[in-house]
C-alpha cells in the first residue's frame, strides 16, 4: 500500500509539471513571457508569479492530500491486521478450549465406563451401573451409553425404568443415527421394558410420540409398541398399563403424515384395539383421544410393510388366545 501511495505521489507532481511545462511553452510561443520593460509587460510577469506561486500550492495540496490518504489507508491496515490476528487469536483458544473439554469429558467418560464394574471385575450394583449410562447420556456420549445399554439389556442386568431414560435421551439427542440406533435396541430388547410389577415402560419420545423422529424410527417404533404389547398375556395385562402402549399408538396413528407409515400403524392399532372392545376414550397426559373413532377410522386400514403383517397376525392370535 505504501509503494502504491509513492507512485500515486510521483505520477501526480509528474502530471502537474509536465502541465505546467506546457503551460509555460504555450505562453512562450504566443510571445506572453517576453518581458519589453512595458507596464503591460510587467503585469505579465507578475500574472506568471502569482501562476507559479498557485501551482506550487496545488503540488502540496495534492501531495498532502494523498499523503493522508495513505496515512489513514495506513491505519486501515493496521487496524485490520490486529482484528485479524485478534479473530486468529480467539479461533486458536476456541479450538484449545474445545479439544481440552473434549479431553476432560473423554476422560470422565473413560470412568463412567469404570464404575459399571467392581475393582475385583465383578459387575457393579445395578444402581451403580445406571448412574454410570446417565453420566455417559449427560456426556453426550449417547452412541457409547446406548450400546452399553443393549450389553445389559441382553444380560437382563439394567433395570426397565433406567434402560428406558438412556434411550429417551439418546433419542431426543438430535442425532438421527443415534436416534435409530437406540430405537432398534428397543425393539430388539422390548421385553425387557415389562416391570415385573405390572406395568410397561416406555421412553417419554415414544409415549408422546415425536412426530419429527426419522420414518425408519418412526416404523420401528410402532412395531415396537405391538409387539411389547403381546410379550405379556392378554389376560396378564392392567387396561390402565395396557392403555399406555394403546394411547402411544393412538397418537403416532393422529400424527403420522406419511401414507405408508400410516397405514401401518392403523394396522397394528386395528388388531391391537380388538383385545379391549368395550374400549372409549383414554386420557393420555398430551390429550384426550377418542379410541370410539379411532377404532372406525382404522376398521379398513390395511398393512403395507410386510413384517407389519406378520406382526398383525401376532396381535390377532395374541387377542384370541387371551380371549
Known sequence: MQSKSGRWIFFTVVAVVVSYVILVIVLWKVGLIDFTGTDNSAKVYSALIALVGGFFSVIVSIIGLILKYSLDQRNTDIKEQAERRLELESQRNNALKT?????????????????????????????????????????????????LTAELLAKDELDAYSASSILDHAIESGDQRTQEEAIGVFNYYVERFLSPNGAVVLPDSLHNWRADLTDYSRQWAAMALGRLLIARPLSEWDENHANAILSALSLAWLRETKEELKQDVGAILKSALKAYPGLDTIFHPQQQIRIRDIRFQVASVTPFFDAVIALQKRIEKWVAEGS
Do not use: D
Not at 126 to 144: C, D, E, H, P, V
Open 99 to 147: 479439544e481440552a473439554e473434549n479431553r476432560l469429558k473423554l476422560e470422565a467418560a473413560i470412568r463412567a465406563v469404570g464404575l459399571l464394574s467392581t475393582n475385583t471385575g465383578t459387575l457393579a450394583p445395578m444402581i451403580q451401573r445406571a448412574g454410570a449410562l446417565f453420566a455417559l447420556t449427560s456426556l453426550n456420549r449417547y452412541k457409547l451409553a446406548t450400546a
